[in-house]
Nanobody, 132 residues
Framework: QVYLAESGGGSVQPGGSLRLSCVAT???????IAWFRQAPGKGREGVAA?????????????WYADSVKGRFAISRGSGESTLVLDMKNLAPEDTGIYYC?????????????????????WGQGTQVTVSS
């Protein structure tokens, strides 16, 4: 069983920064892992993900939603079981509950990486609020 615990949410002004962390217990390092978010009154959407690459590539690949490219960065933390999301230049539309999600298998392309149906394990979420 995989357990995910997010931390690091909070309230910031527009233009501010936050770092979210997710500790994944029981997670297999090569499986897909991602951040999703859900804004008030909206569905859950993919924000960023780490997925596997085909043989011959070096290192895992990352996918970002167009709305966060250049502002957010997903990475492994100091341990294999930690996932980090560094967010900068935050805007009010980034407000929402941010969820860490893990798959039970490797994901091999960005289409799978951004699909919430590919993730079987979810954390409880952490609130991010951006307002002046």
């Amino acid at each position: 069983q995989v357990y995910l615990a997010e931390s690091g949410g909070g309230s910031v002004q527009p233009g501010g920064s936050l770092r979210l962390s997710c500790v994944a217990t029981g997670y297999s390092y090569n499986n897909g892992i991602a951040w999703f978010r859900q804004a008030p009154g909206k569905g859950r959407e993919g924000v960023a993900a780490i997925y596997s690459t085909t043989i011959g590539h070096t290192g895992p690949a990352t996918w970002y939603a167009d709305s966060v490219k250049g502002r957010f960065a997903i990475s492994r933390g100091s341990g294999e079981s930690t996932l980090v999301l560094d967010m900068k230049n935050l805007a009010p539309e980034d407000t929402g509950i941010y969820y860490c999600a893990a798959s039970n298998r490797p994901l091999w392309n960005p289409y799978a990486a951004r699909d919430r149906e590919e993730y079987q394990y979810w954390g409880q979420g952490t609130q991010v609020t951006v307002s002046s």
